[in-house]
């Protein structure tokens, strides 16, 4: 079997894939590489989620990133060419508006979940100078007791050897 460079694959590719959409048997002839070459590259492209003419897909067999590229292919185009591009690419209008409103609504969810984070971080804030206040309150009551122990320890030693002097 023969190796191709990658150049020559994707300019082979080139001619398969939109805006050209040629057919495999009329590529294979001109560029003499067997249909099965052709094919197996074309399903290597299906797999990256690259779309690919002739091959109708369901909606998972989409990668979310070939979903949110053909939403946004087609966001400028008439009903016209929204019909011809759906053809090319074995769509149907109705999911690119699904995916679309997908899109949109995980655009949401994000802004959602940022203003969630945010208000978590002011909330650590907020707990943690209490936290740091605690601490502070702690460390003096313990500095001060830990005086009273050294200035009792210090009067008892006073008292205990007076009575050992006198």
């Known amino acids: 079997m023969p190796r191709y460079s990658k150049e020559r694959k994707a300019a082979v590719l080139k001619k398969l894939l939109p805006p050209h959409n040629r057919s495999v048997v009329s590529v294979a002839t001109e560029e003499g ?54 053809r090319e690419k074995g769509l149907y209008p109705e999911q690119i508006q699904q995916w679309k409103a997908a899109c949109l609504q995980g655009a949401g969810q994000q802004e959602g979940q940022a203003k969630t984070a945010q208000k978590q971080r002011k909330e650590d804030r907020k707990t943690i100078k209490q936290l740091k206040a605690e601490v502070r309150r702690k460390d003096r009551a313990l500095a001060e007791t830990t005086s009273l122990l050294v200035l009792s320890k210090q009067l008892g030693a006073l008292y205990s050897e007076d009575p050992h002097s006198g």
């Not at 290597?44 to 109708?56: H, I």
């Not at 070939?66 to 759906?86: M, P, R």
């Open 33 to 86: 590489i067997s249909d099965a070459t052709l094919y197996s590259w074309l399903k290597q492209c299906r797999e990256k989620g690259v779309p690919v003419p002739g091959y109708t897909q369901s909606d998972n067999e989409w990668s979310p990133d070939a979903k949110l590229a053909v939403v946004i292919e087609t966001a400028t185009l008439s009903e016209t060419e929204l019909g011809a591009y759906c």
